[in-house]
């Protein structure tokens, strides 16, 4: 247990600095750096707030960090984009259940130039392959997120291990998907992003679309609240109601209604 | 001088959007810059009351293992933020020892935070500072019969103008830090966004103009820090007061 | 304590005193006895251990072998308490010039309007009125080592120590210096005065002790000592030739 002089002076502290201790009720968001920059969670966040005098804190990292966090029980609800690893997370306890909320997908972005000659294609492997083949630069979020996990999957399936470049013309940024879009800017690489993000992205420099609407670049977002069973701590009836309006009418309408410069940015799918 | 004249022309449009930002008051900038002085604030006065006797104790008084605490004392100044942040984030995690006070993702954590980071340094430099008075004053101090203790306070009231010194410089630690901060309060929308974390976020967007906003503000205030530290120092010059 | 019927301080009786370090000796001083009113010079080249034997007289120096007794008892608390010292540099507090005053005084325990009426007193003795709230690290090298001396007088010793006072002066804050010296002999206060400069120990003196090498090779009356040395050490001395 903790001693009383530490809970007491903690306690005295937040009341002298007056800060942190809202009487309002909150849950916490893990939640990925997408869903953040992108400017849809400062959209839809509102009406839930409005409606339920609930106060939503997103932290935004990336997807692999937020299921850590969630893990060590530093969050209520987990709202991310890596499918096979939210369902180990719920598999291995620490999640109740997992929700599909809604998808958007991914596009490879690269430099108007187009050294690698792979604009206006439609098959994201062969798109690597070619790149890769040139050794024209290309930037990896390289932090275990899911943009990260996603541009894996499709290295893998060309039969590709690009790490054993890294540093020559793969670079791994270690960063989240806008510093990631800064460094591909700066050096005019080729970088794989979900479109949301690209979108809302303001730097953008030389860099455009290059390839998009291959079906493997799907990128489906889930929610899931952190298991109260394994950390007593977790607000689950709030978080379970945050839940409920996300993939309910109310919040499903909301994400599709959020628009950027005329185009829609994410795409309901709660079943 | 050329550099910067390239920057403003490369981005002419984004430093423009930031100085009317400033100069607009935007209510939402000024917030985080409110919410960073009051974190940074609180802090540096908390590690003053922790660090300073600590630093006095270290210079006056004589101990077995006291030179092996000074050199502790001394390195963990350098300590990396990250470093600090991930162990104040391991101790307030739901699943650390102080989980069930619940004050990750709060001011208070990051107040926590930048106490463990700031507090060294207040330690160090007051150890440093008090024992080179220690030195000049001590056989007068003897002379006129004040005691090793009750030199304490005649030691740290002399060395004032040097503690405030340090008070300012462990200040510009604390409000420049991101690295801690943005683990332990989770950058926040409203609640724990502060300056730093800001700068990063919006880089991170490409949202150049509210980061270099406030990346102006920073540099203002680091300059309005080191005003008063060379205006105490000119001062104590002056007066005098300046040690060895 | 002082003498209450007579008013004078008692006799300050050094025996079998010395000190060495790595082999060398420092101090040796078989017996010494200044029982006069003084002022008691102590005069030699440097090195001769004139400081040192300060230091042991004022307590500020445990010797390795020896002791220093007043009125035949072993040096104590009561006594040091009743003694003050000068040093060559003066150590002056970072404060003031009356602040410098005051916290001998407020250590004393003396009530605050008392206090005010003794600052003005000693600033007039010392010749420093009207600086009354200048920094004290601000003064000159003799309005210091005036300010010092001031300090010194504010305990209301009965047994002043000097050590050279006056080597970094020029001849008129010299003078004014054994002026202020002077007066507080005739005041009853006990004058034990380390210098090399023989035309000092002339205009003061009562008393001469001729140190050299860690020994004390005579004392007497100071016209006697300065007129018919009785020692080879003293008469090279005196005669300014080389002393090794």
């Known amino acids: ?271 | 001088m050329l550099i910067w004249w390239y920057i403003v022309q490369g981005f002419a449009a984004e430093f423009n959007q930031a100085l009317s930002l400033i100069l607009n008051g935007d209510a939402e900038l000024w917030a985080i810059v409110l919410l960073s002085l009051r974190v940074s604030i609180f802090a540096v006065l908390i590690s003053a009351v922790i660090g300073m006797p600590i630093g006095a104790a270290l210079a006056v008084a004589r101990f077995p293992g006291r030179r092996v605490m000074i050199i502790l004392v001394n390195a963990l100044m350098g300590f990396p933020p990250v470093v600090v942040g991930l162990l104040v984030y391991l101790m307030l995690s739901r699943s650390g020892p102080l989980g069930v006070l619940e004050l990750l993702y709060t001011p208070t954590a990051m107040i926590i935070a930048q106490v463990v980071l700031v507090t060294p340094i207040m330690a160090a430099l007051t150890r440093q500072v008090v024992e080179m008075l220690a030195e000049e004053y001590s056989e007068q101090l003897r002379s006129l019969g004040v005691s090793r203790l009750a030199s304490v306070p005649v030691l740290l009231w002399d060395a004032r103008l040097a503690l405030v010194t340090a008070l300012l410089a462990g200040f510009g630690r604390a409000i420049a830090e991101v690295g801690a901060v943005i683990i332990v309060g989770g950058n926040i929308n409203h609640v724990t966004r502060v300056m730093t974390t800001t700068i990063a976020l919006e880089t991170s967007k490409g949202n150049l103009a509210l980061a270099l906003a406030l990346g102006v503000i920073l540099i203002g205030l680091a300059v309005v820090v080191n005003a008063m530290v060379s205006t105490l120092t000119l001062r104590a010059e002056r007066e005098g007061l300046r040690h060895a | 304590m002082r003498d209450v019927v007579t008013g004078t301080p008692g006799v300050l009786e050094v025996s079998g005193l010395s000190i060495a370090r790595d082999g060398k000796v420092l101090l040796d001083v078989p017996h010494l006895c200044l029982d006069g009113p003084g002022p008691t010079l102590i005069l030699g080249p440097n090195g001769a251990g004139k400081s040192l034997l300060l230091r042991c007289l004022h307590g500020l120096i445990q010797p390795d072998r020896g002791r220093v007794c007043q009125n035949g008892v072993v040096l104590n608390a009561g006594h040091k308490a009743r003694q003050a010292m000068v040093f060559q540099s003066p150590v002056l507090l970072r404060r003031s010039v009356a602040a410098n005053l005051d916290f001998v005084l407020k250590r004393q325990s003396m009530p605050r309007a008392l206090r005010k009426r003794r600052i003005e007193a000693l600033l007039a003795e010392g010749g420093l009125d009207g600086k009354a709230r200048q920094p004290a690290r601000s003064l000159s090298g003799g309005e210091a080592q005036r300010l010092a001396i001031l300090r010194a007088l504010a305990l209301d010793p009965e047994t002043l120590f000097l050590d050279e006072p006056t080597s970094a002066l020029d001849p008129s804050a010299t003078q004014m210096i054994e002026r202020m010296v002077l007066r507080a002999s005739t005041r009853g206060v006990r004058i034990v005065m380390v210098t090399h400069d023989i035309g000092q120990a002339r205009r003061l003196a009562s008393d001469i002790v001729m140190m050299q090498a860690g020994y004390v090779v005579e004392h007497g009356a100071a016209r006697r000592v300065l007129e018919t040395p009785e020692s080879d050490d003293s008469r090279r001395y005196l005669a300014g030739g080389l002393v090794t």
């Open chain 1, 1 to 271: 247990m903790i001693p009383d002089f530490i809970r007491v002076s903690v306690v005295a502290l937040g009341l002298t600095t007056g800060i942190g201790w809202a009487d309002e009720p909150f849950i916490i968001v893990q939640s990925t750096t997408s869903t953040q920059n992108s400017g849809l969670l400062d959209y839809i966040l509102p009406g839930f707030e409005a409606e339920t005098g609930i106060d939503v804190r997103v932290v935004a990292v990336g997807t692999g960090q937020a299921i850590r966090n969630a893990v060590n029980g530093d969050g209520d609800v987990l709202l991310v984009h890596a499918k096979p690893a939210e369902e180990q997370f719920v598999a291995d306890g620490w999640g109740v259940e997992r929700f599909d909320v809604m998808y958007n997908d991914f596009v490879l972005v690269g430099p108007k130039s187009d050294p690698a000659n792979v604009k206006g294609g439609s098959d994201i492997v062969e798109a690597l392959a070619t790149v890769a083949g040139g050794e024209a630069p290309f930037v990896s979020r390289g932090d275990d997120s899911g943009t990260h996990k996603a541009e894996m999957r499709h290295w893998g399936a060309a039969g590709i291990d690009p790490t054993g470049a890294s540093g020559t013309w793969y670079r791994e940024a270690g960063a989240g998907m806008g510093a990631t879009l800064n460094v591909a800017s700066g050096m005019g690489a080729y970088v794989l992003t979900d479109r949301a993000t690209w979108l809302s992205f303001g730097n953008r420099g030389d860099l455009e679309v290059l390839v998009e609407g291959d079906p493997r670049l799907f990128n489906q977002y889930g929610v899931t609240l952190v298991n109260p069973e394994k950390h007593p701590g977790v607000r689950a009836t709030a978080g379970q109601r945050f839940i409920d309006w996300l993939i309910g009418p109310d919040g499903q309408a909301a994400i599709d209604s959020y628009m950027l410069d005329g185009q829609q940015l994410f795409f309901s799918n709660a079943k």
